[in-house]
Every structure is written in C-alpha cells, then in structure tokens.
C-alpha cells in the first residue's frame, strides 16, 4: 500500500489509512472513517471496495478523492451541471443507493447554510441542486421534512422554517449545553495529529476572513465543529447536536452576514473563540474547552444589534 490508497477488505473492516499530513486530508481521512462505519452499520456500503487516492498536494477537506471499485460498472454519461454532488463528493461514495445519497448530499447541504429561512425548496430545485432522478429527491426531502430541517407545503415543495426569536434562543441553550460537553469529551480523546488537523482548518477559516469568502467560511466553520463532536465519540450526543444544527443551520448563516455588515466585527469574534478551543486541547483541558465552546455559540446573539437586526429582517420571527 502506496501512501495515497485506502483499502477496505469488506463492509466489517476497519479502513485503513496512510495519508499526507495535510490537515484539510486529514480531516477529510477522518471523515471518511465515519462515514464508512455508519456504510458499513446500515449495510449500505458495497461488500469489496478498493479506494484510491490521487495524487494531490492540497485536497480540499470537503473533497471526496476519485475512487474505483473492484467490482466492473458500466460507465455513465457525464453531464454539464456543477451540482451539489459533485461539490460536496457524496456523490463519489460507492455503494451508495441513489436516495441515501441523494438525502446525504441535502443534508450536508443544509448543515452548511446553503438555504436561507423561510425559502421555499421545489422538488425541482433541489433535483438540479442534487444532479439526481426526481424519486430519489423527493425521498431526501421528505426525510429531511421529518427530522425537522423543512416544513412540507402542497405540490410536493417544502420551506425552510422561520423559527421565532424564543425558539432561537431555546435552540442556542441546547447547542452551548450539548456541544460544550461534547468539546469537553473532545479535550479528554484528542491527540496532537487532530490538533493539528485543527489548527490548519482554523487557519483556512481566518483566510476565508481575510479574503471575504464568507460560504467557503460556513462549509469550514460547520467542519470545524463537527470534526470535534467526532472526536468526543459519544455517538448519541453526536446525533442530538445535528439535530439542532438541522434546524438551526440557516440562523447561523444569517448570522455570519450579518457580523459582516460593520467593519471589524465579523475578523474579531469568527474565530476567536477557536483559538482557545485550540489552546485547550492543546493542554488537555476539558473545562476549558467546555468554555470556549460555550461563548462560541453564544457570543454573536449577545452582540449589540442583532437581535434588533434579526427581528427587522425576520419580522415574522418576534
């Protein structure tokens, strides 16, 4: 095994990595360990997969590497529409029935802010969103209507819910109570290789900053986060925080925006609370990482402005 090929031997095997140390690999390695267990869990994944990664010095962390499987498949017609899919890599997964990839591309893709609160979702938006069949939108749709992240609306489209300023703020109670205990698991389980996967993250987020590109920001942001809840390994704390970020995902893209609209503010609060996360790690320091995640999340809607921000633009949200 060359330093760029992951072998999986059958759906019970442990992947096995051996990677560049490029943070944003890292983290993507890391990801994909996840994803292929719960594969593997719900029988999804196809039984003899080999993966290889190709030659690149800086893979995106959202980037799912080319992959082949052992098994011969027909080849497939390319198209021209730079879908969800493809950016997101889902679509690259092997083994993949066509709606559970369908429901893992949306779901990234609200989790990662693309729609804004109160937008109404057609099934033919997020078919050409998805570059997939009709069916297999429609199954991922609906699913996302049940756990929460749509309401269902006639003629098979669905909105994104507008929560009020009292669910919001219940909403944030229940992310700084479960996601600072889960950076509190994360200080105890992490080693110095997942700190550094961290720390080069975090310095991507601060260029985002720098450069003004606020969805590349959001899609790191959400990784950041989600990256620590993986490794805090608490499987059912895990699946409560998506929950919330579920509904909560377009608020917090709102939120990002809105830190942008006076100067300095947005470079003074987006990532220092993850400089301290970062610290805390470093030293094993679990109350301290409880803290830090803490203020990260409460810290904007205590802001001067934005809830009088938020209830203009949201006037149906008071």
Known sequence: MNAHTLVLASPFATPVFDMQSDPLVTIAASAAEAVFGKLRETQLLAPSLVVEIKDNPRVGFDQVPTMKSTRKTKKKSSHNVRSAAAESGVARLPGLTANARAYLQLK?????????????VTLRAVTGLLGSGEMAAREAVKRLISEGAFKALPNRSARVPVLRRREIMQFCELRALLESRAAAAAAANITLHQIEALRGMNAHMVACVSNGNLEEYKRLNKAFHFEIYRIADNAPLSSLIESLWLAMAPFISYTINWATTIPGRFERIATSRHDELLAAFQN?????????????????????????AFEDWVPDAR
């Open 284 to 308: 094993r320091d679990m109350e301290g990482a409880r803290t830090a995640m803490h203020n990260d999340i409460g810290e904007i809607h205590e802001t001067d402005g934005y809830w009088a």
């Open 108 to 120: 990234q893709e609200v989790l990662s802010g693309r729609f804004r609160p109160g937008e109404v």
